[in-house]
Every structure is written in structure tokens, then in C-alpha cells.
């Protein structure tokens, strides 16, 4: 199957900061790529599709001025979480599809 | 609205028992199904998938059945082994839509 990989696997940052979240298709070029949020024991929320050299689409209730979205190329997506807050803390997973979706192993996010 | 859900949240098996992890949806218009398996900590990771033009598709030791009349979808793992517990999830989309919709997830536990 496709591979695609996020960094940092975890990351703990204090109340106020900004924490940028890679995901990267390896073996394959996306022009579509997905960021889904993830709570303990709770199902993949899509927070938005990530297009390459255009906006990204935001789901309902997720704020675009909070969680910034840059696709500059067709391996590449980055989800900048801005002001973060301990209410950011979550798991934070990417996918992209070559045909079906594939997902990256996700980053542990930490907002102390 | 759209919503894909499963019956049981959480499944205990004995090792070596086959497994039934069962998922409805609601939209009529999905017309692409796909169950994913994720370990804690990781990424969801893709098991099998199957289009609405078919009603049974297998793989290495899983099955998955559709049953479009009574939007049912179910995954069937045979001689389920410790290295099978996961949570699994189902999606749906259809065609022209890249987006996913997620259940709610199942946990299988193994009994040794």
C-alpha cells in the first residue's frame, strides 16, 4: 500500500505557541490530502481536505484562522495549529489517496 | 444526515474463533466502503475495501460482506489471533466525494 508519514510523532508545547504537524506521501503524489482529529476512544473527525496550490476545505465548526493548512506541493501538507490551548491536545492524523486513503501513524499533541 | 455507525462498540473473541465486526450506514448513495484497523497509538491502517457492485470481497483471512438493502456492512476475520487487536472502523463515500465518513468504531480484544 501507499506510505505516508507525519512528524513530529509527538509534540508537548506550552498554552499560546504554534505547533506545525507534517504529512507526507512517499511513494506517491497527492494532490488531495486530509487532516482528521482524533479523541481518546472516539472515531476520526475530518477537520479539513488539504488541496495542493489552493485553499484548503474546512469541515463545520473548525476554525480556518486556528488551523492553517499549507499543500505548496503534491507530497506535502503541513497543519499549523496556532495559539494552541490544552483543549488542542489531541491526536492529529493525515491521509492522502492515491486510490484509497492511506493514513500517516498520526502526531500526539500535548498543549500544557 | 449522513452517518455510518456500528452495533458494538466493544467485541471479545477466544484466539483462534472467527470475528464478526459489523457496521450500518445510512446515505443510499454510498457506493465505496472501506474497514481499517488501528492499534493504539498509530494511524488507522487499511484492511480491505469493496464497491457497491459487489457484495462480498476477501483477503488474507478477512472478508467483508455488503449488504446494500439493508445498509449493512460487516468484516469477517477468521481464526482471529492477538495481533488482531485493534479498534476497527468503517467508512464510507461515494462517488465524486473524497471524503470519508467514519463509524464509531469497534474494539476487538483476543481471549487467550
Known amino acids: 500500500g501507499a506510505v505516508v508519514s507525519q512528524h513530529p510523532s509527538r509534540v508537548i508545547c506550552k498554552s499560546g505557541t504554534s505547533v506545525k504537524i507534517e504529512c507526507r506521501s512517499l511513494d506517491f503524489q497527492a494532490t488531495t490530502m486530509f487532516w482528521y482529529r482524533q479523541f481518546p476512544k472516539q472515531s476520526l473527525m475530518l477537520m479539513a481536505t488539504s488541496n495542493e496550490g489552493s485553499k484548503a476545505t474546512y469541515e463545520q465548526g473548525v476554525e480556518k484562522d486556528k488551523f492553517l493548512i499549507n499543500h505548496a506541493s503534491l507530497t506535502l501538507s503541513t497543519l499549523t495549529v496556532t495559539s494552541a490551548h490544552p483543549e488542542d491536545s489531541s491526536f492529529y492524523i493525515c491521509s492522502a489517496s492515491p486510490k484509497t486513503q492511506y493514513f500517516g501513524p498520526g502526531t500526539r499533541l500535548l498543549v500544557l | 444526515g449522513e452517518s455510518v455507525g456500528l452495533h458494538l462498540p466493544t467485541l471479545s473473541v477466544q484466539e483462534g474463533d472467527n470475528s464478526i465486526i459489523n457496521c450500518a450506514y445510512s446515505?443510499?448513495?454510498?457506493?465505496?466502503f472501506i474497514w481499517y484497523k488501528q492499534e493504539s497509538g498509530k494511524g488507522p491502517q487499511f484492511i480491505i475495501d469493496?464497491?457497491?457492485?459487489?457484495d462480498k470481497r476477501q483477503g488474507q483471512r478477512v472478508t467483508v460482506l455488503l449488504n446494500k438493502t439493508v445498509k449493512h456492512l460487516s468484516l469477517q476475520i477468521a481464526a482471529t489471533q492477538p495481533g488482531d487487536s485493534a479498534v476497527y472502523f468503517c467508512a464510507e463515500t461515494h462517488q465524486g466525494a473524497q471524503k470519508l465518513v467514519f463509524g464509531q468504531g469497534t474494539r476487538l480484544t483476543i481471549n487467550p
Open positions: 469493496i464497491r457497491s457492485n459487489m
Open positions: 446515505n443510499s448513495a454510498s457506493d465505496y
